[in-house]
């Protein structure tokens, strides 16, 4: 046993109490072979007994302690107790969450001795813990919302600038001064649209105009995704549009922090670079080569972008690990090859320390230029890690080193636990660094082969490219399938011919796209970078034909909404699946079939939803289409609705005296639809109507936050627009006996990402104001794009 294993194991007895680990070789002995892999004697279904059976448990679980496995579970259960934390439906104060952990810590001390209790209580103490991290940023964060809808003269400074694909300019604003009203809790930074901009406008410059704020929006469903919780995180405290062009202050202005003049320096050169991209390559194709070296995507058609997600490669223009990946590879590639040209050099110093460390600088600045947004953060986070386990003579590519990512980014941003990013990366990067080892592992234990006649160069030539296409693909499905059950919760989609889209794709961006972004990003300052981005172009153009082609010819990728509690069933089996490297790992198939069974059985598939404003509403219909109250609804909230209840068409409204089998019959401010139960719906916004509706019909929706429930004890099912406001969108469902049973987006009383809505007209009772509310809707539908 080597001085490394020696230490790994005094590691191991210091963090569980000083448990003998030795104890544990003559149990590995029984269920690992000669070549390390699982006797199949022992396996659970080879055993004679119950004893055989627990004692081949126990043998087990002592290997996967030896291991390190439970040093793999750490992030698991923090993440765990930062997502319970965000699931409460009351905020919870900072004191007994600390003395949760202060009284857990004592009891793993008093449990010193008796390891498999002191283990149950380290986990109690994980969870807490992640529970007081995300707490803590909570209270750090402390973002201040707008309550309302306001119309104000602005004057802010100028933190980025992004050129969108509509011609608009879409800009984050600090917050310096209002007039017109003065807002008594004006936000601290805003993100609002201009049609243009004054002649050189630019980073950390002040400019002034009237706008349009509004608030975040919550989610358009329950369990969607909640526009107000990332805001809060990401410091947005409203957003809007100017209405008209804005100006540039003239005069003394504030002088910036420092950290705020770097922030400028860093997104003037951002903004730089992203125009000289798109002046060189032209097209959809600069516009995507910007995003993959600048991180700005606003100028991305979304017809384009719509291909992408539809075939599965919109990963490829999201700054990702794949892309911190490519980049600090290339430079190492790059540099080893350039050390090698010095023999003397390369044999007498450790070469490949020095390129790991020149490409972890070199991320470092990627990121920099990217715009350093949380995705791009995680990313870097996973790539430093590896580089620098290869400076200090460990293995780069472990799930040891994928557990310390994971706890460096839970306990810097527990928010991100609860979003679609972080999750899908963290499954894709732990499946295929388990599949990996598996295989390792399952190479190794073989026999060798024999000594072939070495092939010829074009035999060799063709054995390689059949390799790297059959690692391709298993890369693309193992990724795929982790992934799947994410995006379905999320987006309600899956990606039918995304193993094809990146069979076809990969091997573009990886030899061609990505190299030649880091060979203009080197070259640009020389001016010598026409060529590389030239070449970056034609591979983007590339990418784009295959995921066009594709999306074209995919069948419907809808699953509808899932059930939440198959997927924590299925997301417990893929942590216990990629985890395990025993025969425990057959644990794994309790809650994966627990989690498919409930997937298949329960159907979660809403029949009517509302919007948060009352305006919209849309019912499910019996031969899978949705019909709509509106003539012109909204085109994000239906699009999510439309995936959620598995629909392919949408049914407008018709006019009274029109046939209409199925779908809303409007006839003035009244719109009445009957569902397939029996039950009638009807949305109005006139009183009178809502009263003769009472009683007769299963749900009313009356658009009118001034008047008060008119059907109380009718059996009516009655939404008011103050209802919907103070509760958020709302969900129902009708039962066997045709009763409505509803579920709102928002639970009382208010968390801090949610507590702005009280202030809200609608939430106090108020009718809406007569003047400036066109343009809101639009507004908020500007962060569609944070979703994806």
């Not at 410059?205 to 805001?231: A, M, T």
């Not at 499905?477 to 309600?492: D, K, N, V, Y």
Request: proline letters at 5%.
């Amino acid at each position: 046993m080597g001085g490394e294993e020696h230490a790994e194991i005094d590691e191991r007895r210091l963090f569980f109490g000083g448990t003998d680990l030795a104890r544990t070789d003559g149990a590995r002995s029984q269920i690992f072979g000669r070549r390390g892999r699982i006797s199949w004697r022992t396996r659970l279904g080879k055993a004679r007994d119950w004893t055989d059976i627990t004692r081949s448990a126990r043998a087990a679980f002592e290997a996967e302690i030896d291991r390190g496995t439970p040093f793999l579970c750490i992030p698991v259960f923090i993440g765990a107790g930062a997502l319970t934390y965000f699931a409460l439906p009351h905020e919870p104060t900072l004191l007994p969450l600390t003395a949760l952990v202060f009284g857990l810590l004592s009891l793993c001390w008093w449990l010193r001795t008796h390891f498999a209790w002191r283990l149950l209580a380290m986990s109690g103490l994980l969870v807490a813990s992640g529970a007081v991290s995300a707490k803590i940023e909570t209270l750090t964060a402390g973002t201040r919302i707008l309550g309302s809808e306001v119309t104000t003269r602005l004057t802010g400074r100028v933190e980025l600038i992004e050129q969108q694909a509509s011609g608009r300019v879409r800009l984050t604003l600090r917050v310096l001064d209002t007039r017109r009203p003065v807002l008594r809790y004006a936000p601290d930074i805003v993100r609002v649209t201009a049609s243009s901009m004054p002649q050189n406008a630019g980073i950390g410059e002040v400019i002034e105009g009237v706008v349009r704020l509004i608030s975040p929006s919550g989610p358009v469903r329950p369990y969607s995704y909640d526009f107000s919780f990332q805001s809060y995180f990401s410091g947005i405290g409203a957003i809007g549009f100017f209405m008209g062009a804005p100006e540039i202050v003239e005069g003394e202005r504030p002088e910036p922090a420092l950290w705020m003049r770097g922030m400028a320096w860093v997104q003037a050169l951002r903004q730089k670079m992203a125009a000289r991209i798109t002046e060189t390559i032209g097209g959809p194709e600069g516009a995507i080569a910007a995003a993959l070296i600048t991180g700005i995507r606003a100028g991305i058609p979304e017809q384009i972008n719509e291909a992408l997600r539809i075939t599965g490669l919109y990963h490829v223009i999201s700054i990702s690990g794949l892309h911190m990946a490519l980049v600090g590879g290339t430079l190492m590639v790059a540099l080893r090859s350039v050390f090698a040209l010095a023999p003397n050099f390369a044999m007498r110093r450790p070469v490949k320390k020095y390129a790991a460390v020149i490409a972890l600088l070199a991320a470092a600045f990627y990121l920099l230029i990217s715009g350093a947004d949380v995705a791009a953060q995680r990313s870097f986070i996973m790539l430093a890690v590896m580089l620098l386990a290869i400076v200090f003579d460990r293995a780069a590519l472990t799930m040891r080193n994928l557990a310390i990512s994971a706890i460096i980014i839970l306990l810097i941003s527990p928010h991100e636990v609860a979003g679609p990013s972080f999750q899908m990366s963290f499954a894709a990067t732990a499946a295929l660094v388990a599949s990996y080892a598996a295989w390792t592992s399952y190479r190794a234990g073989q026999e060798p082969r024999r000594r072939r006649s070495t092939p010829s160069f074009p035999g060799r030539i063709v054995r390689y490219s059949f390799a790297a296409a059959i690692a391709l693909a298993a890369t693309s499905i193992i990724a795929g399938g982790a992934t799947a059950l994410f995006s379905a919760w999320h987006f309600q989609q899956v990606s039918p011919l995304g193993l094809f889209a990146n069979l076809a794709a990969m091997p573009i961006v990886s030899v061609v796209v990505m190299p030649m972004a880091v060979a203009a990003s080197i070259l640009m300052p020389l001016g010598l970078d026409a060529l590389p981005l030239l070449a970056m172009g034609e591979g983007i153009a590339a990418v784009i034909t295959v995921a066009q082609w594709l999306a074209e010819r995919s069948f419907y990728d809808s699953t509808g909404a899932i059930p939440g509690a198959s997927v924590l069933l299925l997301a417990a089996g893929l942590a216990i699946l990629t985890m395990s490297q025993t025969s425990l790992r057959w644990l794994a198939a309790a809650p994966i079939a627990a989690g498919l069974t409930v997937l298949v059985l329960v159907d979660a598939r809403p029949d009517v939803l509302i919007a948060e404003d009352g305006r919209l509403v849309a019912m499910r219909l019996s031969d899978g289409a949705v019909a709509v109250n509106q003539s012109r609804p909204r085109g994000f909230a239906l699009e999510n609705w439309q995936r959620a209840m598995r629909a392919t068409t949408v049914v407008r409204p018709q006019a009274e005296d029109d046939s209409l089998e199925q779908g809303f019959i409007c006839s003035g401010k009244t719109c009445t639809a009957r569902h397939e139960s029996g039950n009638t719906i009807v949305h109005t916004a006139d009183e009178e109507a809502a009263r003769d509706a009472c009683g007769r019909t299963a749900l009313l929706v009356l658009a009118d936050a001034t008047t008060p429930n008119p059907c109380a004890g009718s059996g009516t099912l009655t939404l008011t627009t103050r209802d919907l406001a103070v509760h958020g969108a709302a969900e129902v469902r009708f039962d066997a006996q045709g009763r409505a049973q509803i579920r709102h987006a928002i639970s009382m009383p208010y968390r801090p990402w949610h507590d702005h809505r009280r202030f809200s007209r609608a939430a106090r009772g108020l009718p809406e104001r007569t003047t400036a509310t066109q343009g809101a809707a639009g507004a908020n539908s500007e962060t569609k794009e944070t979703v994806q």
